[in-house]
């Protein structure tokens, strides 16, 4: 995957101080468990700084799991991650802004008295409160409780929480779920004018149309697993590319053998069946004999030639 | 350190419930104490009243000098109760709004949210304990008869024990609330589990009083009882009180030979049990996921 294949200049970084970082958040071999079911499996990404990177997937996928083992909320069962070349604890939490899930808040407080506690944790000056609460819209209600806002507020005061401490990093975990089109607008023109400052933005998504919109890199996501780790523009447009569900006795050998198969992009299961996807056409034929050499017979062979577009479309969707 | 103790005022400082319960417990305290003082100024206004007089001819309340340190520390003991409902609700708050979660992600630690949980816990049962150190010496002052000739500050040493019982009761309740989550089954669990334990452990005593008086059970060693035993009531050992009746012991002729003083090894080991109730706590957070 290309992931993979990305990870090529690790000595330079252990020169770099952590704010020159080109590397935001490394993430190796990530892994989660609930009982027999791996939410997250073994996970690996880059995020650069200055980045505005989406993890896409489907409901299920793992992006909230991933997100909350990132921010100490979730103790992870393998691997690692480390922020700003740093090994993971509280200081740099305190660098990073993020919502998971849902805003969180204490309902009976109002906005301005839940910015404080926030501020005192992240060791903010409480100065910043009415600015951030101006950035987003509702310095006007900051006398008002929280119980007492729409989603759509509610949203945006927990974008200005996490604009506190003027982070490094946001990070939104779906963040136009469920607000009306003109709440979804003001999210990403916000989101928008946040990465223009500088602001390194993760952001996980269901919606690719939303990560093509905002983002500048994509990871997708799909039962825990990445399938695909790159720029935004290689999967928008209408760039010809090949679906290719496939069938052999051994599903596992299949799929590692297909890591070096030319031009592909994306590995996935779906039940008895392999998936691939694949810049451009491709004839049976050619794929056929790539894995026969390699010693793998298949049993089904089936090819959607679509735009690559309409292929993520369909591997996001449930 | 300190923050931690802002974080945490901040957020129960305008929690209207937070206030309401503690109107309640002031509420409770004063009902509560003023029916006993009723009671017992009844029971003193009678010419020879059993539970109250003694063979030394001065008339003996629970709320003489010193006794009356370690009578009201038990009696008293009762309405941590309440406060343990402010506990229970706060930290089950925490996880009903997500607020621990996202007070994680936000920068703090697990051990940071126990910290501040115990700065809750210690600020109530400080200023319990200061209240009550007063309402002793109000109602010492005026039960004790000048006679008597007892330092009112003897015996107010029995506050500390008091202090560590309240400080532990609200940390059994903050490790209930911490593996349970609800605020309603913390608050039938806690309840239910102090009233047994409670009952059985009287139960137990009863069957041995005014036999063995020092004869260690084995209902010492429950975990709240391991907090109650540096507070020995010393109205188990007055005469004609209790159902050993006592009347006959010779040996207590004066106010002194009701006081035993604090048992410094049983005040230990009460420290130890909060210990290990805020160490659990913390214990299990650690191992969950937010
Ligand atoms: N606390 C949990 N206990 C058991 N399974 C969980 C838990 N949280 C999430 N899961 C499962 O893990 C998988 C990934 O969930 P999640 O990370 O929330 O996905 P996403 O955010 O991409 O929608 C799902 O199958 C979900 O049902
Ligand atoms: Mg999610």
Not at chain 1, 296 to 318: C, D, G, P, R, Y
Not at chain 2, 218 to 224: C, I, N, R, V, Y
């Amino acid at each position: 995957m290309d992931s993979q294949s990305s990870h090529s200049e690790p000595n330079i970084q252990k020169f770099a101080t952590s704010s020159t970082q080109p590397l935001v958040l490394k993430i190796n071999q990530l892994t989660k468990r609930y009982g027999k079911l791996t939410a997250v499996n073994r996970l690996n990404l880059e995020v650069k700084r200055g980045s505005i990177y989406g993890i896409l997937g489907p409901n299920g996928s793992g992006k909230t799991t991933t997100l909350g083992m990132l921010l100490g909320v979730l103790n992870s069962d393998e691997g690692s991650f480390r922020w700003f070349g740093e090994a993971p604890d509280k200081q740099q939490r305190k660098r990073i802004g993020a919502i998971l899930e849902t805003p969180n808040f204490y309902p009976y407080l109002n906005a301005e008295r839940n910015l404080k506690i926030i501020a005192d944790i992240k060791g903010a000056p409480h100065s910043r409160i009415d600015i951030v609460l101006k950035r987003v819209g509702l310095l006007e209600r900051k006398q008002d409780r929280f119980k007492t806002y729409s989603l759509g507020m509610k949203q945006r005061l927990a974008i200005a929480a996490a604009l506190l401490n003027e982070p490094e990093v946001l990070v939104l975990d779906e963040p136009t779920n469920g607000l009306d089109p003109q709440g979804i607008a003001e999210i990403r023109q916000l989101i928008k004018s946040i990465a223009e400052e500088g602001v390194t933005i993760l952001l996980a998504s269901h919606l690719l149309d939303e990560v093509e919109k905002v983002c500048t890199d994509v990871a997708v996501l799909k039962f825990g697993k990445l399938l695909f780790a790159g720029k935004v523009d290689q999967i928008s447009g209408d760039k010809e590319s090949t679906l290719i569900e496939l069938k052999a006795d051994d599903n596992e050998a299949l799929k590692s053998a297909l890591s070096d198969f030319p031009a592909i992009r994306g590995v996935n299961s779906n039940g008895h069946l392999v998936e691939i996807i694949i810049d451009g056409t491709t004839d049976g034929k050619a794929i056929n004999q790539f894995l026969f050499e390699k010693g793998i017979v298949l049993s089904h062979l089936n090819l959607k030639s679509m735009s690559l577009e309409q292929n993520f479309l369909e591997l996001t969707s449930n | 350190m300190f923050n931690l103790l802002k974080i945490q005022l901040h957020k129960i400082r305008h929690y209207p419930i937070f206030w309401g319960i503690v109107a309640i417990f002031l509420l409770t305290f004063a009902g509560g104490n003023y029916a006993i003082f009723r009671m017992f100024e009844e029971i003193l206004s009678q010419p020879n009243v059993k539970m109250a007089t003694m063979m030394t001819g001065i008339k003996i309340s629970i709320f003489d000098f010193p006794i009356i340190w370690n009578n009201l520390a038990w009696l008293a003991g009762f309405y941590q109760m309440i406060l343990a409902v402010i506990i229970i609700i706060d930290i089950s708050n925490e996880f009903s709004f997500k607020t621990m979660r996202q007070n994680m992600i936000d920068g703090l630690d697990r051990r940071d949210f126990v910290v501040s949980k115990f700065w809750l816990i210690f600020l109530l049962s400080a200023a319990f304990t200061v209240m009550l150190t007063g309402y002793i010496l109000v109602m010492g002052q005026i039960f004790t008869e000048a006679e008597a000739g007892v330092s009112p500050w003897q015996g107010i040493e029995f506050m500390l024990p008091f202090f560590i019982q309240c400080i532990g009761y609200l940390s059994f309740a903050m490790l209930i609330t911490v593996l349970v989550k609800k605020a309603g089954l913390s608050l039938i669990i806690v309840f239910a589990y102090s009233f047994i334990e409670n009952v059985v452990a009287m139960a137990y005593k009863g069957k041995h009083f005014g036999k063995e008086e020092d004869i260690t059970l084995w209902t010492d060693f429950l975990p709240l009882q391991l907090q109650n035993n540096p507070i020995p009531p010393a109205f188990f050992r007055m005469p004609n009180f209790g159902p050993g009746n006592n009347k006959e012991d010779e040996s207590i002729s004066s106010l002194q030979d009701l006081f035993v003083g604090l048992d410094w090894g049983d005040l230990g080991l009460s420290l130890l049990t909060c210990g290990v109730f805020v160490g659990l706590a913390y214990y299990v957070l650690m191992r969950r996921d937010a």
